[in-house]
C-alpha cells in the first residue's frame, strides 16, 4: 500500500474518534457544570483547555469575562465550532475530509459520503441556546457511529483497514485518558458517574460490578477493563492488533519494532498495576498514556510514513 494512503487512512480514523470523544468530554464537563455547581465555571473550563492542549493564550482571553455562561459559551465555541482550533470537532472533520480526499481510490463510496456530507452540514456559528450545543455534540457522535458502521461493513479487511483501525484505537486511548483525567477536576463519586454516561459505560459498569460501590471500581472499568471497547486497556490492545495485521508479525526476532515495544510495556504496566497505584497518581498514569500514543504515533509515522513530517497532538497540521 502506498505510504500515502496508508498515512491518510491513519488518520481519518483519529480525526474520526477525535470528533466524537471531544463530543463525550464536553457532554461529561456540561453535565459537571449542572450536577457540580461549586467548582468555578472559570476553573473547570480552563482546566479541560488545558487538558486537550489548547494554548491558554487562545482563551484565557475569552475566559476573563466574570458571566459564567460566557465561559461556558467560549469552551463550547472552541472545541466544537471553532475550525482552526486542532481540537475541535469541526476542525476533526474538516481533516477528516481532507484525508479522505487523497484516499478517495480506496474508500467505499457510501463512507466517503457520509464523510463529505458531515463536513458540508457543520454549521459555522456557535448557537447560544444550550438546547443546540446539546443537540450538535450528539450528532457529532451519531456522524462517527455511522462512519465506522459503514466502514465496518463495507472495506475490505487489509493493510488500509488496519490502519484505521490503528489511528482510531490510539485516539481512543488518548482521549479516554484525557477524559478520566478531567474527573480530577471536580469531587466526589458525581464525575465518575457522568464520566461512565460519557463512554455510554454506566449501564455495562452496573451489570458487571452489580451496583455502585466506589469510585476505585469506575476507574478501573474505564482503564483497565479489556472488555470495555472504549477503556484505555481496550484501546492499547486494539492497536497492538492492528500494528500485528500490518506486520503480519505476532511474535519473533527482530520486528516488531519501537510502536510495539511502546504499546506492550504499557499495556503490561497497567494490567498488572494495582488499583490503588492507579488512583494514587492517577493524573500522571493519563498522561503517561499519553505520551506513549505521541510516541506510538511518532514510530508509525517514521516506519511507514516515510515522506511525512512528525508532528504533536496539539499541533497537527493537514494529513
Request: hydrophobic content about 40%; proline content about 4%.
Amino acid at each position: 500500500m502506498l505510504s500515502r494512503i496508508a498515512e491518510s487512512l491513519f488518520w481519518i480514523g483519529r480525526y474520526v474518534e477525535r470528533a466524537e470523544d471531544t463530543a463525550r468530554l464536553l457532554q461529561v464537563q456540561l453535565r459537571l457544570f449542572v450536577e457540580e455547581p461549586a467548582v468555578p465555571t472559570h476553573t473547570a473550563c480552563s482546566n479541560l483547555l488545558t487538558l486537550l492542549g489548547v494554548p491558554s493564550a487562545t482563551y484565557e482571553p475569552l475566559l476573563v469575562r466574570t458571566d459564567p455562561r460566557a465561559a461556558h459559551e467560549a469552551l463550547v465555541g472552541l472545541l466544537a465550532y471553532d475550525r482552526h482550533q486542532p481540537s475541535s470537532i469541526a476542525y476533526s472533520w474538516e481533516q477528516t475530509r481532507d484525508n479522505a480526499r487523497r484516499a478517495r481510490e480506496v474508500i467505499p463510496s457510501p463512507v466517503w459520503e457520509v464523510v463529505n456530507t458531515t463536513w458540508q452540514a457543520l454549521p459555522r456559528t456557535t448557537p447560544r441556546a444550550i438546547r443546540s450545543q446539546h443537540g450538535y455534540l450528539d450528532w457529532a457522535r451519531e456522524r462517527s457511529a455511522l462512519f465506522y458502521g459503514l466502514a465496518r461493513g463495507s472495506m475490505v479487511r487489509d493493510e488500509g483497514w488496519q490502519f484505521l483501525q490503528l489511528g482510531r484505537s490510539l485516539e481512543q486511548a488518548d482521549m479516554t485518558a484525557r477524559l478520566v483525567t478531567a474527573t480530577t477536576f471536580a469531587h466526589g463519586a458525581i464525575p465518575w458517574s457522568a464520566a461512565l454516561r460519557g463512554c455510554d459505560a454506566h449501564d455495562a459498569f452496573l451489570r458487571t460490578y452489580r451496583g455502585w460501590h466506589a469510585s476505585a471500581q469506575a476507574l478501573e472499568f474505564l482503564v483497565q477493563d479489556a472488555a470495555f471497547p472504549r477503556s484505555v486497556m481496550h484501546g492499547l490492545t486494539r492497536a497492538t492488533e492492528a500494528l500485528t495485521g500490518i506486520t503480519g508479525r505476532a511474535h519473533g526476532v527482530g520486528l516488531p519494532g519501537e510502536a510495539r515495544y511502546e504499546l506492550g510495556r504499557l499495556t503490561e504496566e497497567l494490567a498488572y498495576l494495582p488499583t490503588e497505584a492507579l488512583v494514587d497518581d492517577l493524573a500522571g498514569r493519563m498522561a503517561q498514556v499519553q505520551r506513549t500514543c505521541q510516541r506510538v504515533t511518532a514510530a508509525i509515522t517514521h516506519r511507514f510514513f516515510a515522506a511525512a513530517t512528525e508532528v504533536a497532538w496539539t499541533t497537527e497540521e493537514t494529513h
